[in-house]
C-alpha cells in the first residue's frame, strides 16, 4: 500500500551557511529512491540561518512587527522550497503549496510545500498537512540528534530524549509562538499534533543514512514525541 511521509526539512539543513548542495544531493537520492519503492511525500522547508539573518538586519534597523518578521521568514522559506521543488524535477508538483490545508493532489509523487501567512511556523505546516493527507507521522529534519532536557548549548549536562509524550514535551517549550522561535518543534504545532494523535520524529538530516533508517523502519537516532 502506498504511505505519504510528511517530511519538514530544515533551514538549518538546506543553508546552514551556505547552500548545502551535498546533503540536497544524497537527499534527493533517498527520497527519489523511496518514491521508486511506491512512497509518496509532502516536504514542507524551512528557512534557516537565512531566515533569520534578514530577521536580525530588520531589527537592527528598525522596529518591525512581528507580522512583518513573520512575512521576511515567510519570503525566506518559500526561496528554499522553489529550490527543493527544482532538484525533484518531473517528480514534484510544479508549483509550490503555499496553503497546504488545500485538497492536495498527488498527480506526482512529491509535492513541495510552504507558507503562506503570518503567525505560523514550518512544523504548523507541516503538521497541517498530515491532517490533509491523513499521514501519522511527520518527520522533522534540523541538524540536532535529539530533543534535550534543556538547552545543550548553554547545558553541558543536559540529557537527550528518545522517547516522550506530548504531555511531558510541552512542559519542556515555551506556550507560545513567536517568529524566529528556535524550539524542536513549536508550541502551536505541538498542541494540534497532541489533539489529533499525530507522531513526530525530531532528528539530525546528517548524516543521510539515519534517515533511511527511519524511513525503513529501522533503528535510528533521533526522539519520537506521541501519545504513548
Sequence with gaps: MDETIVISLGG???IPDQIDVGFLKDFKELILEKVENGKKFVIVTGGGKLCRRYQEAAKEITNPSKDDLD???ISSLQLNAELTRVLFGEKAHSKVILNLSENL????PIIIGAAY???QSTDWDAILAAKNVGAK???NLSNTDYVYDSD???NLDAKKIEKISWTDYKKLIPSEWNPGLNSPFDPIA???ADENDIEVIIMNGKPIDNLRKCLDGEEFKGTVI???
Excluded at 105 to 108: G, V
Design 12 to 14: 538549518s539543513l538546506i
Design 190 to 192: 505541538s498542541k494540534i
Design 105 to 108: 493532489l498527488f498527480n506526482e
Design 137 to 139: 507521522k511527520v518527520i
Design 117 to 119: 501567512k503570518p503567525g
Design 71 to 73: 512575512w521576511i521568514g
Design 226 to 228: 506521541k501519545n504513548f
Design 152 to 154: 545543550p548549548k548553554k
